[in-house]
């Protein structure tokens, strides 16, 4: 089955302890990205990457980081959280290097105490 | 970069009714412009799509249009049923970048 798995649904921590939030895919695509959505403010683009070795900010990448060693992970890092990063984390993937027809995950759920 | 903006926030329908959500974006350049619907407690999904070189674009109940000179689009969903209830979330990419950036967003509601 076709599908972008995102690793954990839920996680709760605290401020300054380092987490990273697992994606992958199984349809051998090219584009992949992070985004959260906060109530009222839709989906901010994290950071994404259009292939193995090539990562991009997008419109919210600080106290973020990426990398993609691999074409089928994209694994989302966070140093040091700190609670305005509580959010709902997607990561999503597509089809090529023009981020069309998104495929998403099932979203993370990230509390920052 | 582009900035798309989305209404209304909130739709209320009867069912049966149509509904109609609108996005402007500022980017002329812009030439891709997604649709996606999600449901509560789940993850977005495309539900329509249309580039700049065409105007319109049907798929059974759900329309898109596409005005580049007034550079807005719209969504249109005809005969609403409740399943039709969540939030509808534009977008529009920057041809430049070719980075998707997302309308706030619009919490439709089907009355049986």
């Known amino acids: 089955e076709a599908q972008v798995t995102q690793n954990p649904r839920y996680l709760i921590t605290v401020t300054g302890k380092k987490l990273t939030v697992t994606c992958s895919q199984n349809?051998?695509?090219?584009?992949m990205s992070w985004y959260r959505q906060d109530p009222g403010l839709g989906l901010r683009q994290i950071y994404y990457s259009m292939n193995v070795e090539v990562t991009d900010k997008g419109d919210v990448p600080e106290g973020y980081k990426v990398s993609r060693k691999e074409k089928r992970n994209f694994p989302l890092i966070l140093e040091s959280p700190s609670p305005n990063q509580t959010s709902l984390y997607f990561c999503?993937?597509?089809?090529?290097?023009?981020?069309?027809?998104?495929?998403f995950g099932s979203g993370t759920q990230l509390s920052v105490l | 970069g582009e900035n798309v903006e989305q209404h209304p926030s909130t739709l209320s329908v009867q069912e049966g009714d149509s509904a109609v959500i609108k996005c402007t974006y500022s980017?002329?350049?812009?030439?891709?412009f997604p649709w996606y619907k999600q449901e509560l407690g789940k993850r977005p999904q495309l539900i329509i799509d249309?580039?700049?070189?065409?105007g319109e674009k049907k798929d059974q109940r759900i329309a898109v249009t596409l005005n580049k000179t007034a550079k807005h689009f719209s969504l249109h969903i005809t005969e609403t049923q409740p399943e039709d209830s969540a939030v509808y979330f534009c977008a529009g990419r920057d041809a430049t970048l070719g980075r998707l950036y997302f309308g706030r967003g619009t919490q439709l509601t089907v009355w049986p």
């Open positions: 249309i580039r700049s070189n065409v």
């Open positions: 999503a993937s597509s089809f090529g290097q023009s981020g069309e027809k998104l495929f």
């Open positions: 980017d002329s350049a812009s030439n891709y």
């Open positions: 349809m051998n695509h090219e584009y």
